[in-house]
């Protein structure tokens, strides 16, 4: 590792080593569930009592009677929701719990006379509020869209829990009715009315208490998270942003992926001293950065160490994408964290570039077919465009962006022709038709990002669909090409995961073990295009930087894997509206670092 990185051994033997769960918050948690689960369960199966757990049934919260089955099933399910903020240690779910602990103990001997029961929900009580200073987690950035998608996944789950209370009492159920009257009698007593189903006894009473109990929990939760105040995902403010850039001017030529920390949807923690700073955002309760941290070396440690008393404050998983080797080692040797080669980063020398020689052939005599097919190209930075084509060539990223959700978070600024990124670089193919299309003769787009003063790093890359196969080619080619008159010597084009597996893999003599490892990358390349990302960015004959993820535990492994695919836009969890109920947030990744899947293929 280059030299002049202090070390910080005692640094990495205290905090730093994350937010791992402490025992007693997962322990509290674990009760919960279990808790929960037996309560619904009572509140659910009329004859769970007389089952084999009939002991540990008789000391559960409430009766089993129409207001005790009401009763048992609420604290059920609340407790279920409460116990994974439990285990992450967060304030407000203590308090929720510190609350609805006593109200059932309340409930067992009003209701049921049980002793027992009252002090088996104390019992649980107690080892909240003896270890209260292990439950102080700050809650997660919010928005009241997560209401809406509370009342739907509540009403699906207590349609489903509706349709089992319906069902489990067929004794006494009077008739045979049919799903679709038992579908009406769970939504009917879902907002508290009788439905066509009915029983024998005191059943009906217990039904309909029951359903009324999961409609009441989804409208409380539902009106709790619509009216509480909102508290959205941090964003860069312009004196962040103004720092960064200052950062970015001294040290940006360290790391290719330096100015894509000017998206304007991450956060940011800087060191004490100001030198350094990480930036990240927080998808599904993790901490997610990207690159290195931006500034002078010798103050990473103080930005890593405050990442991760971020994360510790707020009980996210830190990780973090797509570091280089040098970041790699100060995040492992600063926190303790693992570190995995995720893939490498395909970076061209301007200096040993030429079309030249058997390698290039085929790069070659794509260019040159293009080229007499009538196509031109120009390169340029932003500041030398004029606004009306600043404005065409908007427009014309966004209508041929190739998927209906925008893509990008590590690799991509997630905006062009902004006046503050005067250094970016815009190439862009023409051809005179007939017949102009929306855009003029445009017919596809490259955008760089500055890697300090002497390289770029490729941003997106857009083009006509009607266009001639090879544009990316030709706008790489010509870039390169128009490099030196720009004082670039160096190009970082796309980042391709798990390329040493894939060459590795090919090659004469590989194992089992390997080939098997290729064989499920090429499989799942037919959705995430792994392969033809390597094999187009490798046309260029580029050298290999190694990229890679830094994590807690191997166990964190799939939850950060899942948080990145959301954070680039390859999974979203957003449910779908309407285009015209749509809001357009405030700028969003325009495009990932990797070529659209759809131009690789046409490449």
């Given at each position: 590792?280059?030299?002049?990185?202090?070390?910080?051994?005692?640094?990495?033997?205290?905090?730093?080593?994350?937010?791992?769960?402490?025992?007693?918050?997962?322990?509290?948690?674990?009760?919960?569930?279990?808790?929960?689960?037996?309560?619904?369960?009572?509140?659910?199966?009329?004859?769970?009592?007389?089952?084999?757990?009939?002991?540990?049934?008789?000391?559960?919260?409430?009766?089993?009677?129409?207001?005790?089955?009401?009763?048992?099933?609420?604290?059920?399910?609340?407790?279920?929701?409460?116990?994974?903020?439990?285990?992450?240690?967060?304030?407000?779910?203590?308090?929720?719990?510190?609350?609805?602990?006593?109200?059932?103990?309340?409930?067992?001997?009003?209701?049921?006379?049980?002793?027992?029961?009252?002090?088996?929900?104390?019992?649980?009580?107690?080892?909240?509020?003896?270890?209260?200073?292990?439950?102080?987690?700050?809650?997660?950035?919010?928005?009241?869209?997560?209401?809406?998608?509370?009342?739907?996944?509540?009403?699906?789950?207590?349609?489903?829990?509706?349709?089992?209370?319906?069902?489990?009492?067929?004794?006494?159920?009077?008739?045979?009715?049919s799903l679709a009257d038992r579908i009406t009698h769970v939504l009917y007593g879902l907002f508290g009315f009788e439905g066509p189903v009915d029983y024998q006894g005191n059943t009906s009473w217990t039904v309909g208490f029951s359903l009324g109990a999961l409609g009441l929990l989804t409208a409380v939760t539902t009106i709790y998270l619509a009216f509480r105040p909102e508290h959205p995902a941090a964003r860069l403010t312009p004196d962040d942003e103004e720092h960064l850039r200052a950062l970015l001017e001294k040290h940006g030529g360290r790391d290719s992926l330096g100015h894509f920390a000017l998206r304007r949807d991450k956060a940011v923690v800087f060191s004490p001293s100001g030198k350094a700073a990480v930036t990240y955002r927080v998808v599904s309760g993790v901490m997610l950065a990207s690159g290195?941290?931006?500034?002078?070396?010798?103050?990473?440690?103080?930005?890593?160490?405050?990442?991760?008393?971020?994360?510790?404050?707020?009980?996210?998983?830190?990780?973090v994408m797509g570091c280089s080797e040098t970041g790699g080692e100060v995040w492992t040797r600063e926190t303790g964290l693992d570190a995995l080669e995720l893939g490498d980063e395909a970076v061209v020398d301007v200096a040993d570039f030429s079309l030249a020689g058997r390698a290039m052939r085929n790069v070659r005599q794509m260019v040159k077919r293009i080229e007499r097919a009538g196509y031109e190209t120009r390169v340029r930075r932003v500041r030398d465009l004029g606004e009306a084509e600043l404005e065409r060539i908007r427009r014309a990223a966004e209508d041929w962006r190739g998927t209906d959700t925008e893509r990008g978070f590590s690799m991509a600024l997630g905006r062009i022709g902004d006046p503050s990124d005067g250094d970016c670089l815009i190439a862009t193919a023409h051809k005179v038709d007939d017949q102009p299309g929306e855009f003029g003769d445009l017919k596809a787009i490259l955008h760089f990002v500055p890697w300090g003063t002497d390289g770029v790093s490729l941003d997106l890359m857009r083009r006509d669909r009607s266009a001639d196969p090879g544009m990316n080619e030709l706008l790489i080619v010509a870039a390169l090409q128009a490099a030196p008159k720009l004082g670039i010597t160096r190009v970082s084009l796309?980042?391709?995961?798990?390329?040493?597996?894939?060459?590795?893999?090919?090659?004469?003599?590989?194992?089992?073990?390997?080939?098997?490892?290729?064989?499920?990358?090429?499989?799942?390349?037919?959705?995430?295009?792994?392969?033809?990302?390597?094999?187009?960015?490798?046309?260029?004959?580029?050298?290999?930087?190694?990229?890679?993820?830094?994590?807690?535990?191997?166990?964190?492994?799939?939850?950060?894997?899942?948080?990145a695919m959301q954070a680039e836009g390859f999974v979203n969890l957003a449910l779908p509206l309407p285009r015209f109920l749509r809001r357009r947030p405030s700028p969003q990744p325009v495009c990932t670092h990797a070529v659209a899947e759809r131009d690789v293929r046409a490449a």
């Open positions: 590792m280059s030299g002049g990185v202090p070390s910080r051994a005692s640094n990495a033997r205290r905090v730093l080593r994350g937010p791992r769960p402490e025992v007693v918050p997962v322990l509290v948690a674990r009760a919960c569930y279990l808790v929960g689960v037996l309560d619904v369960a009572a509140g659910v199966f009329p004859r769970f009592r007389h089952s084999r757990m009939h002991t540990i049934a008789e000391v559960l919260p409430g009766a089993f009677g129409p207001f005790a089955a009401a009763l048992s099933l609420s604290a059920g399910v609340l407790l279920l929701l409460l116990a994974h903020g439990l285990k992450r240690g967060k304030r407000r779910a203590w308090r929720a719990a510190v609350a609805l602990l006593p109200a059932g103990a309340v409930a067992q001997f009003v209701y049921r006379h049980s002793i027992i029961g009252m002090v088996i929900s104390l019992a649980l009580l107690a080892p909240l509020l003896r270890h209260r200073d292990q439950f102080k987690s700050l809650p997660d950035p919010r928005s009241r869209w997560r209401a809406l998608a509370n009342f739907v996944l509540m009403g699906a789950g207590s349609l489903v829990l509706g349709l089992i209370i319906v069902s489990v009492h067929p004794n006494r159920m009077i008739g045979d009715p290195d941290p931006i500034g002078d070396v010798e103050a990473w440690p103080g930005a890593i160490e405050r990442f991760m008393d971020e994360a510790k404050a707020h009980s996210w998983t830190p990780a796309n980042f391709a995961m798990f390329r040493s597996a894939l060459a590795r893999g090919e090659k004469i003599g590989a194992g089992p073990v390997l080939r098997a490892w290729r064989g499920l990358l090429v499989f799942l390349s037919r959705w995430f295009q792994i392969e033809s990302l390597y094999k187009f960015n490798a046309k260029f004959c580029p050298r290999w930087e190694p990229r890679f993820v830094v994590y807690r535990a191997s166990a964190d492994l799939p939850r950060i894997g899942f948080a």
